[in-house]
């Protein structure tokens, strides 16, 4: 195997029985779940043991209540999974290491892996694991938010002259998709894919995640924020005049968190279709929010 750096000789990223004690441990903290039933610490181990005559595969038990057998994979992203258990573990390491994200066809350098696709296809299903992690950004944001938009896309000067459409903003005919985004200093990020930066969707969305409660909103001056004023103390940096601070009145925190998801789009993934953009947005999202998370590996496994 090539991976061979430091970080990579942890216990669990050994081998497939190392890697299933590991999972055992973080997802079965109180022993043995049936994921049939839901019975907690009621299950008999069917495990294979060497010098026994017990047929079973390893990691194997059967549920004392239901009488089904299961093991830590079952309903999971590892389950009926060919792929070894211990690379699908270093792939979460890998992926929730790498600030501005890892291609497919680094996973499969790195990991060894058969094909393109499995490597794709292992990323996606991360990305999905990630979505399903219960996180802070639940709760509407206080404090000091900043609220802003941003499009996703191919640069619009470089398409060919009969694809253009609109003026490269992210228009109908640019090709490009809209995400907002909503951050508190020093705090986590909420972010969204959205069909359309309107007035209405803009203003549902801060409505969605911000509290009312919050100190101060600021926001460029985009006409879909006219109306947030009506609920939060709302103020508008004018970056059309040349003003980007007025005292605590602007949007850096942001617009630099744009910044590494367009880099990370750009140098790691080169192009992302519209159809999965959600997933990258949701894996940014979740690193960004556990950027100061001792276990943020832990975390995002939790919900595979």
């Not at 039933?37 to 047929?55: L, N, P, Q, V």
């Not at 060919?82 to 979460?92: D, E, S, Y």
């Not at 972010?191 to 969707?201: H, P």
């Not at 970056?239 to 925190?253: L, P």
Request: aromatic letters at 10%.
């Amino acid at each position: 195997m090539a991976i061979l750096l430091p970080q990579y000789q942890i216990p669990q990223y050994q081998n497939e029985d190392a890697a299933r004690a590991y999972l055992e441990k973080l997802l079965w903290p109180d022993g043995p779940v049936c994921p049939h039933c839901g019975i907690i610490g009621e299950a008999t181990k069917m495990d294979r043991e060497e010098g026994s005559d017990t047929h079973g595969r390893k990691g194997l038990y059967q549920c004392n209540a239901c009488r089904k057998q299961f093991t830590v994979t079952v309903k999971s992203i590892f389950e009926d999974s060919k792929i070894p258990l211990h690379k699908w573990l270093l792939a979460f390491h890998l992926m929730c290491s790498s600030k501005k994200g890892v291609s497919a066809l680094q996973l499969q350098r790195e990991l060894e892996l058969g094909s393109y696709r499995t490597a794709w296809f292992m990323c996606h299903r991360i990305r999905w694991a990630m979505t399903q992690t219960p996180m802070a950004e639940a709760l509407k944001m206080k404090g000091i938010v900043e609220a802003d938009e941003t499009y996703v896309g191919g640069r619009w000067y470089n398409r060919h002259k009969d694809k253009r459409g609109g003026d490269g903003t992210g228009g109908p005919g640019t090709g490009k998709t809209a995400v907002v985004g909503a951050i508190s200093r020093r705090g986590n990020v909420v972010l969204r894919v959205i069909d359309r930066a309107d007035t209405k969707t803009l203003d549902a969305f801060v409505h969605e995640a911000v509290s009312a409660k919050v100190s101060l909103l600021a926001t460029d001056e985009h006409s879909g924020y006219r109306y947030l004023s009506r609920t939060y103390p709302h103020q508008v940096i004018t970056k059309a005049g040349g003003d980007y601070v007025v005292g605590a009145v602007h949007t850096n925190t942001i617009e630099g968190f744009w910044s590494i998801l367009k880099r990370g789009i750009m140098g790691s993934y080169h192009k992302v279709s519209k159809k999965y953009l959600p997933l990258y947005v949701a894996e940014f999202q979740f690193r960004h929010n556990n950027r100061q998370n001792a276990d943020i590996f832990g975390s995002a496994i939790a919900g595979c």
